[in-house]
Every structure is written in C-alpha cells, then in structure tokens.
C-alpha cells in the first residue's frame, strides 16, 4: 500500500469515528418522544437519555486523550470503539430506562476516549503544515456535519425503522473503523511513559462531571437550585484540588506548563466561547423550525443540508488557506462571520420563511465555524510535541463539550425566561418562543465576537510553530519519531 493510500485511509477511520461519536450527541433528540412510549420515561428520566452521554463525553475526555499518549494511540483508540460500540448494541435492545441511561453513559465513556485518539492520530500521521490542515480540515468538518445531521438521520430511522435502530447502525460502522484501524493506523506513543496520575485522573473527571451535571440541570431548575449551584461548588473544589495535585505530582495528568504555550491556552478559550453558540444554533433553529413553521421532523432535518455543506465548504477554505496566512487571520475572519450570521438570525419574526429568516444566517454560521474550527485545531497543537499530543487533543476536544454544555444551558435558560416573561404579558406562544430565540441569538454574537477578539493572540505563522520557552526537549525520542518538545514538570 502507498504512503498517500494508507495516510488518506488513515484520514477516513479517524473521521469517520468522529462523525459517529458527534452524531450520537444530537440524533437521539428526535427520537425521545418513541422511546418514552416504548419504555415509559417520565420526563426528567428522558432528558437523562441527552444528558448521561454528555456528562461522561465530557468527563472523560482529558482522561483518554492522555491514556492515548500513555498506552498508545490505536490501541485506546480500538478501546474506545469496542466501548462504543458493545455500549450501542445494549442501547438498542434495551427493554427499560435503566439500561438505557447506562448504555447512554457507557457510549459517552466510549466517546471520550475516541475523540481525542482520533484527532492525535491524525496529528502524528500528517507532518506539520499543509497536509495536516487539511486533515484537520475534514475531521473538524465531523462535527458540524455530524451536529447537523443529527436530526435527518434520526428523523429517518425512527421513520423508516425504529428509535433502536439510532443505536445499533453504530454497530456495523464499529466493525468497519475497527477492521480500517487494524489495516492502516500504526501504533505510537511516547518511550518515556511515567505511568498515570490516578489521583488527577479522579478529581479532574469527577470536577468535570460535576460542573457538566450543575450546568445542564439548568434546563429544568432554576439558578438558584440546589442541583445547579451544587453541581458548580463541588465542581470548583474537586477542580480546584486537581490543579494542587498538579502542582506537586511528579508525573501530572496535565502540566501545567502546557497553558504557557499561548497558542494552546489561547485556542481552548476560543474553542469554548465558538461552541457555546455553534450548539445552539442546531437546538433553537430545530425548535422554531417545528414549533413556530410547522415543520415535521425530517422536513426540519433537510432544511439542515445547507448548513452541512457549508460547514464542509468552509472546512475546506480554511485548510487551503492556513498555510498561506495562518490560523489567527482564519480564525478572527471565520469568527466575524459567524458572529454576523448569528447577528443576522436575531432579526427572526415568527413570521419570516425559511428561505428568507433562515437559510441566509444558518450558511453564514455554520461557514464562519467551517473556517474556525480547522484553523483553531492547528492552532492548539502546533506548539506541543508528540509526546502531548493526545493531552492537548483531550484538551481541545474538552473545551468544545464543555463550551457545548454551558452554552446550550444558558442561552436555552435565557430564551425561556424571555418567552415566560412575555407569555405572562400576554403574548401568543409563536411570537413569544421566536423573542427567546432571538434574545439567544443576539447574546451567541456577542459571545462569538468575543472569541474573534481572543484569537488576535493567537502567535502570528512565524512563532506559531517555534518551541515556547515553557516547553524543553523530551528526555528521549517517540517511538517511530524523532525527539519533540515536551512541558517541563
């Protein structure tokens, strides 16, 4: 087999695993309403269905990018897809809420790890610059298509066959990337390998839980809730401790000095504030697309393909384009046009078509994050050596769920609050869903506009890639590699 072959088969297997963890974020929404008749959810029970794979994707994800870099990349990569898909095929046979929940937070688990491994992979098969953009272009393109295309490909499989069947499709396109992983993904992983932090590993997934766990109960309970501000003082003291054991493990989870490198704390910063508004977008355009148009489940999921391919578009913009002017121009150009595309929905009346209120501001967004988000991945790992790469993945992959999270919950909190208010007042229910809408809208610009302002300290392409005095040579070379730089401890 060619270099060219095996690399572009290597590019398929980690995208095609990061299209199917990201889909599995959004594809169950459409399917709620079967699976409370067939296993007898109530409603708190059923949000759970959304919120148990959230709250482990997102608590684990430091954990298995890390674990890639300790035991192997393909190998915590074929983990995680045995995870994710022994954990669908229990989801789809199912037969009552419980096992459902603990499928749900077994492919969160699953996602976890397989998200990061796959972003790392694509970092130490493909060579710093073009080749690597473009890599990172199709991969970071997943997770909008895969965020975009949640509610068609739900909307017809629960159509055409059952809500079981949005799991157990996950289990043959396992069996496909396991059989691609085996073929072409070669190992690596660091010689010098201290063991893991065990101590860290529990307090930092526990204080990301936590803090996953208060934010999304904002969706049902008040701010002052003790489910909410419970959730978040746990979350900033086992957090907090996390960051004492840092300081003084020997072996850390995560240096610390790794967030001296300024493209890598710079980016996770953007990442988060452009994902709490790129979520949702995909939430509230669904719901006033069938609460306020009328439209059907599947007709909501087509009117999404323009946005797919947009995110597709701009994905590949901005990968032929980093080389040329570098990740902090593509990132504050693709995060101004995102924020005018969100700026652009906040004019939406109940009124306005699709074509006209919907189809214009949902390309603009969803092309502003095509050109972001490859950008702000090279961004992030340009500074580290291989033998942090699938730390700083785990990173990257943890601002976006995390980002995600909060900004779905808050801006969603809002938006009720708006419409409650003006139902109060007297409102109809279009006119006073389509003000919340709006009212999140204009906060996501504003929120995205602030992201383009971080990004101008994003290190300009002549110091992108030069070693930060906060990083030194690795004690000895990556198998398979040569010596890379790695954060002092």
């Known amino acids: 087999m060619t270099t060219d072959r095996r690399t572009g088969l290597v590019l398929f297997t980690s995208c095609l695993a990061q299209f199917m963890v990201v889909l599995d974020v959004s594809v169950v929404n459409v399917a709620l309403p079967a699976m409370r008749d067939a296993l007898g959810f109530d409603a708190e029970g059923l949000a759970w269905v959304v919120n148990a794979y959230t709250l482990a994707f997102a608590g684990f994800l430091l954990l298995g990018g890390r674990a890639a870099d300790l035991f192997g990349r393909r190998r915590v990569f074929l983990v995680g897809l045995a995870l994710f898909g022994l954990a669908s095929l229990v989801g789809g046979l199912a037969n009552d809420p419980a096992l459902l929940l603990a499928a749900r937070a077994a492919q969160g688990l699953g996602g976890a790890v397989l998200s990061p491994a796959s972003l790392v992979i694509l970092q130490t098969t493909y060579a710093e610059g073009a080749a690597r953009a473009k890599a990172f272009g199709w991969w970071s393109a997943m997770g909008g298509i895969g965020g975009a295309a949640g509610g068609l490909a739900g909307g017809l499989l629960v159509a055409l066959l059952s809500w079981r069947w949005i799991f157990l499709v996950n289990v043959p396109v396992v069996v496909l990337t396991v059989l691609l992983t085996l073929a072409v993904v070669r190992e690596t992983r660091a010689d010098d390998r201290p063991g893991l932090d065990v101590a860290g590993a529990v307090l930092v997934t526990a204080g990301l839980v936590a803090l996953v766990y208060g934010v999304v109960s904002l969706e049902s309970e008040p701010w002052t809730s003790w489910r909410v501000l419970g959730g978040i003082g746990v979350a900033v003291v086992l957090l907090g401790a996390f960051l004492l054991v840092q300081r003084r493990s020997r072996h850390p989870l995560v240096p610390l000095d790794v967030f001296r490198i300024r493209s890598v704390s710079t980016a996770n910063v953007v990442i988060l504030l452009i994902t709490s508004a790129m979520f949702s977008m995909w939430f509230f355009v669904s719901l006033h697309m069938q609460s306020v148009l009328g439209f059907d489940a599947l007709a909501a999921g087509l009117a999404f393909l323009p946005q797919s391919a947009s995110v597709v ?114 409102a109809t229910a279009p006119v006073a869903q389509t003000a919340g809408t709006t009212r999140a809208f204009a906060v996501a610009a504003v929120v995205v506009a602030a992201a383009a302002l971080v990004a101008l300290l994003v290190p300009a392409p002549r110091t992108a890639g030069r070693r930060d005095p906060g990083v030194t040579r690795a004690p000895g070379p990556e198998r398979g590699g040569r010596a890379a730089p790695a954060a002092r401890p």
């Open 313 to 426: 578009v701009g994905s590949q913009i901005s990968s032929r384009l980093l080389p040329r002017f570098g990740a902090r121009v593509m990132i504050v150009g693709g995060g101004t046009l995102t924020a005018a595309g969100f700026a652009w929905f906040a004019f939406l009346t109940p009124t306005t078509s699709w074509a006209a209120g919907i189809l214009g501001p949902g390309i603009a967004v969803s092309l502003g994050m095509g050109i972001v988000f490859p950008a702000v991945t090279t961004a992030a790992t340009s500074g580290v050596g291989p033998e942090l790469s699938g730390l700083v993945s785990g990173l990257v992959t943890t601002s976006r769920q995390i980002g995600g999270a909060i900004g779905l919950s808050v801006l969603s909190t809002l938006a009720a609050a708006h419409t409650a208010a003006l139902l109060a007042e007297g």
